[in-house]
């Protein structure tokens, strides 16, 4: 596109001048900047007197009497306009872009109607269809056809993948709340162990007390003590069965082919069929393999010709996400397994003293209560040993975080 087929810039921001938003002498230095160093009269403009892209615009379709266009990354340009208009010159230089088509009438987005070049383009590569021009500026225009141009392995348009992508983005986000929550409510479960821990520890001192002598001046001290580590205690059993059986489903093996399922886009979007230079011999565990195919990874694809730049950044997003999601069931998983430690800690202790209790006052009436003890420290020590066990080799092999290891030279 020559300059000299062009209107001069004078004339094409003249609406400029007479809307107030700039002067003449800065008009003239728009195009002495364009004249001489190549710099687009929009962008001399849009940096020097702040104006916004609708002033712009709008100038441009005061002066061609054209109705002005915003790009707008959503519209839904047909797969046969973008398939021509890839095979083109004028979109990659930013002249015009096929945006809609309306029954027959298809609508263009340019930058110079006044340009022959980009008259004739659009009439040999759209015979007789008529067609209506909308006035752009020539950056939103490259944007058109760098969003929608057919250049990827997946044979879509490029800027067509990052709402798919963003799709995949919030599918692993809500994945990822709901293993917080997860992890609330194993949170939760451990909160009413330590209740249950306070209140049949209350049972056993009690129950030493009664043994050893009541308190002089308070004998019914050792019985309300028990009374109210009785009650509380079956009150925070009660809670914690019915936060158990809300939970009932989510086991360890579910939690990891869920987040392995929501890691599927991967293979569509990515190419991780790199050697992982970490470990000599895969995983044992499959979250463990997932976790070796993006240890090493912070943007998997390198920025191509002819994208936006923001096409990568959205992938590299996607990467970071699913390492975050693949930490995240890390973390459930270390919550599980801590939940069933805890429980497996307090159950030794607990049966411990039972039996301590039994053992060193021998059998009587009172050891009823030895026994309550002994039988909540043995359920104690299975819950957390169903806790803990399946989940036991899962978080071992968490992925290495290399980022933070590496020396500051």
Not at 73 to 99: N, R, S, T, Y
Not at 229 to 235: H, I, K, Q
Not at 270 to 276: E, M, T
Not at 343 to 364: C, D, M
Request: aromatic residues 10%.
């Amino acid at each position: 596109m020559s300059d000299e087929a062009l209107s001069p810039v004078t004339d094409r921001f003249a609406s400029l001048v007479r809307r107030g938003l700039a002067t003449p002498l800065d008009i003239a230095q728009a195009d002495r900047a364009w004249r001489l160093d190549g710099v687009r009269p929009e962008v001399y403009l849009r940096q020097t007197l702040r104006l916004s892209r609708t002033d712009l615009r709008q100038a441009l379709a005061d002066h061609y009497g054209l109705p002005p266009l915003a790009y707008d990354e959503c519209l839904p340009v047909p797969e046969d306009l973008v398939l021509v208009a890839d095979k083109a010159k004028g979109p990659g230089q930013g002249l015009w872009f096929p945006v809609c088509r309306e029954h027959d009438l298809i609508t263009f987005a340019v930058s110079a109607p006044d340009d022959p070049e980009t008259v004739s383009e659009i009439e040999a590569l759209f015979p007789g269809r008529p067609r209506r021009f909308m006035a752009c500026l020539r950056e939103e225009v490259i944007w058109y056809a760098q969003d929608f141009a057919w250049r990827d392995v997946l044979k879509g348009p490029v800027g067509g993948q990052r709402t798919a992508m963003a799709f995949w983005r919030n599918t692993m986000a809500l994945w990822r709340t709901k293993l917080g929550c997860h992890r609330t409510n194993l949170a939760v479960g451990r909160t009413w162990l330590n209740i249950m821990r306070w209140s049949l520890g209350l049972i056993g001192i009690a129950n030493t007390l009664l043994r050893v002598g009541h308190p002089a001046g308070y004998r019914w001290a050792p019985w309300l003590a028990i009374g109210f580590g009785l009650m509380l205690a079956s009150y925070s059993m009660w809670s914690y069965l019915r936060q158990r059986h809300s939970m009932r489903h989510a086991t360890d093996q579910s939690l990891v082919e869920s987040t392995s399922a929501v890691l599927h886009f991967l293979e569509e979007y990515h190419f991780l069929d790199l050697p992982c230079p970490i470990e000599n011999e895969p995983k044992r565990t499959m979250l463990g393999r997932l976790g070796d195919c993006l240890v090493n990874y912070s943007s998997i694809t390198m920025p191509r010709g002819g994208y936006r730049e923001r096409i990568t950044l959205a992938r590299e997003r996607n990467v970071l996400a699913a390492q975050r999601t693949i930490l995240a069931c890390y973390r459930t998983l270390a919550s599980r397994a801590r939940t069933g430690l805890a429980f497996f800690r307090t159950g030794v202790t607990v049966l411990s003293l039972g039996l301590g209790l039994l053992t060193y006052f021998g059998l009587s009436p009172l050891s009823v209560l030895d026994g309550v003890l002994i039988l909540a420290g043995a359920a104690m020590v299975v819950d957390g040993a169903a806790w803990y066990w399946p989940v036991r080799k899962e978080y071992t092999e968490t992925p290495r975080c290399l980022w933070f290891d590496q020396d500051d030279d």
